[in-house]
């Protein structure tokens, strides 16, 4: 059942979002109550901007802003379009790192070249640069494609690490890694593989979960049977081992594979794009091995294409839903 805004940002309210005043308020970090959808919408050039969209259970969710841009793609971009926002939470609690493909879709599927970073204090407002590699890096003029970067902390290297797939020339296209530097700016050193796949098939969509100890990883195959796979690791920057079956519960085509942690919970929503049919699929999932499919229980007042999303607190979410509530406001 669909809600309106205002009754949305009733149940923000009785969440606690309305915070009371700092002084008030505990020293510990807030629980995470509520969620964040960072998404694009489709191929258009207009729609090839980062959207805003809030949750309280996970399942439900509705748009800020009349579901327009929430960043202006011109603004932040070489290209003039972004697509695949991956947003994740710093290792500090309180900062927030946002990465895009840098692209406009009608210029081609091998068009791009490049990717932007974006950080912020408050979810609101977001410092951002753009990275061309063919500009960054020698001996890049095989290079095809970057697409669908994300970000995950390295706790031993005391980095951010950012991820991505990249197609140089006939090649298939390959997960790459490199570390950020300090102010998320740019990327530090060279580009390495971060996962081989043992049939040399295209992988794109890279999702690193870490969970006890392990990091999995999951991806889209093309080439040799088109579907979700998932290769695990001890460690973040290599050794990864292809299981076997495919993990998306559908027939239909997907891509942009996601994944979060529930809020008061162990059990993780692994979550696909089905591009074909206008709509995403969400699992639930305990082991990260297997998969029941909650599509039932999920509506949205929008069409997303490839997106993340990330649990928030109520103050934040508060936050978001005051500054865009209404259509309009279009963030430069």
Same mark, same amino acid.
């Given at each position: 059942?669909?809600?309106?805004?205002?009754?949305?940002?009733?149940?923000?309210?009785?969440?606690?979002?309305?915070?009371?005043?700092?002084?008030?308020?505990?020293?510990?970090?807030?629980?995470?109550?509520?969620?964040?959808?960072?998404?694009? %919408?489709?191929?258009?050039?207009?729609? @090839?901007?980062?959207?805003?969209?809030?949750? %309280?259970?996970?399942?439900?969710?509705?748009?800020?802003?009349?579901?327009?841009?929430?960043?202006?793609?011109?603004? #932040?971009?070489?290209?003039?379009?972004?697509?695949?926002?991956? #947003?994740?939470?710093?290792?500090?609690?309180?900062?927030?790192?946002?990465?895009?493909?840098?692209?406009?879709?009608?210029?081609?599927?091998?068009?791009?070249?490049?990717?932007?970073?974006?950080?912020?204090?408050?979810?609101?407002?977001?410092?951002?640069?753009?990275?061309?590699?063919?500009?960054?890096?020698?001996?890049?003029?095989?290079?095809?494609?970057?697409?669908?970067?994300?970000?995950?902390?390295?706790?031993?290297?005391?980095?951010?690490?950012?991820?991505?797939?990249?197609?140089?020339?006939?090649?298939?296209?390959? #997960?790459?890694?490199?570390?950020? &530097?300090?102010?998320?700016?740019?990327?530090?050193? @060279?580009?390495?593989?971060?996962?081989?796949?043992?049939?040399?098939?295209?992988?794109?969509?890279?999702?690193?979960?870490?969970?006890?100890?392990?990091?999995?990883?999951?991806?889209?195959? @093309?080439?040799?049977? &088109?579907?979700?796979?998932?290769?695990?690791?001890?460690?973040?920057?290599?050794?990864?081992?292809?299981?076997?079956?495919?993990?998306?519960? %559908?027939?239909?085509?997907?891509?942009?594979?996601?994944?979060?942690?529930?809020?008061?919970?162990?059990? !993780?929503?692994?979550?696909?794009?089905? !591009?074909?049919? $206008?709509?995403?699929?969400?699992?639930? %999932?305990?082991?990260?091995?297997?998969?029941?499919?909650?599509?039932?229980?999920?509506?949205?007042?929008?069409?997303?294409?490839?997106?993340?999303?990330?649990?928030?607190?109520?103050? @934040?979410?508060?936050?978001?839903?005051?500054?865009?509530?209404?259509? $309009?406001?279009?963030?430069?």
């Amino acid at each position: 059942m669909k809600r309106p805004l205002h009754l949305f940002l009733l149940l923000l309210s009785a969440l606690g979002a309305w915070a009371a005043p700092a002084t008030a308020r505990p020293l510990k970090a807030d629980p995470t109550s509520a969620y964040l959808f960072a998404y694009f %919408t489709g191929n258009d050039i207009k729609e @090839e901007a980062i959207r805003f969209a809030l949750s %309280t259970d996970g399942y439900r969710y509705r748009a800020l802003n009349g579901n327009q841009p929430v960043i202006s793609s011109a603004a #932040i971009s070489e290209t003039g379009g972004v697509r695949d926002p991956h #947003i994740m939470r710093g290792a500090d609690g309180k900062t927030f790192y946002l990465v895009a493909t840098d692209m406009v879709s009608a210029k081609g599927w091998s068009s791009n070249r490049g990717m932007v970073l974006l950080k912020s204090k408050d979810l609101v407002n977001w410092t951002h640069s753009a990275i061309n590699f063919q500009k960054r890096y020698a001996e890049q003029e095989n290079l095809k494609r970057v697409w669908a970067p994300q970000t995950i902390y390295d706790p031993q290297a005391k980095k951010y690490l950012v991820y991505f797939s990249l197609q140089y020339g006939s090649e298939p296209d390959k #997960i790459y890694y490199a570390y950020a &530097n300090k102010d998320f700016t740019d990327l530090e050193g @060279e580009p390495k593989q971060l996962f081989f796949s043992p049939t040399n098939g295209s992988c794109i969509d890279g999702d690193i979960v870490a969970k006890d100890g392990k990091y999995y990883l999951f991806f889209k195959t @093309e080439g040799q049977g &088109n579907g979700i796979k998932i290769a695990v690791s001890d460690k973040l920057t290599g050794g990864y081992v292809l299981r076997d079956p495919y993990v998306q519960q %559908t027939k239909d085509p997907v891509e942009g594979a996601g994944t979060f942690k529930l809020n008061k919970s162990n059990d !993780y929503i692994l979550m696909y794009d089905l !591009y074909t049919k $206008g709509k995403y699929q969400f699992t639930r %999932t305990s082991d990260l091995q297997h998969f029941t499919v909650v599509d039932k229980d999920i509506s949205m007042d929008f069409h997303p294409r490839h997106g993340t999303v990330l649990p928030i607190t109520a103050a @934040e979410a508060a936050r978001l839903a005051k500054r865009w509530s209404s259509p $309009g406001g279009d963030l430069g």
